[in-house]
Nanobody, 118 residues
Framework: QVQLVESGGGLVQAGDSLRLSCTAS????????MGWFRQAPGKERELVAR???????RYANSVKGRFTISRDNAKNGLYLQMNSLKPEDTAVYYC????????????WGQGTQVTVSS
């Protein structure tokens, strides 16, 4: 049974930092592309950052230079260090796992709320 469990969200002020974690189980973590997505009220879910099984990284333009994605294959862990947070970063953040060879194997966590006050 695949599980993705996010943690680390919360309420912070603009300029603060947060670190999100995602713990995965039920699949071969090291083989999967892992990503963080977010969805703000009334908006579509969008990619924040993604890290491939080989370590290649992609960021949304809105978070470049402020957010850092990383993974620890030994711990089945995915992380997102968020610095210099802005009110527009407020959203539910979701952990995603995707098998690059089988698009049908695409999994989501339950999400963690990040709220940034001005």
């Amino acid at each position: 049974q695949v599980q993705l469990v996010e943690s680390g969200g919360g309420l912070v002020q603009a300029g603060d930092s947060l670190r999100l974690s995602c713990t995965a189980s039920g699949f071969t973590f090291s083989n999967y592309y892992m990503g963080w997505f977010r969805q703000a009220p009334g908006k579509e879910r969008e990619l924040v950052a993604r890290i491939s099984s080989g370590g290649g990284i992609r960021y949304a333009n809105s978070v470049k230079g402020r957010f850092t994605i990383s993974r620890d294959n030994a711990k089945n862990g995915l992380y997102l260090q968020m610095n210099s947070l802005k009110p527009e970063d407020t959203a539910v953040y979701y952990c995603n796992a995707r098998n690059p060879n089988l698009n049908s194997m695409n999994y989501w966590g339950q999400g963690t709320q990040v709220t940034v006050s001005s």
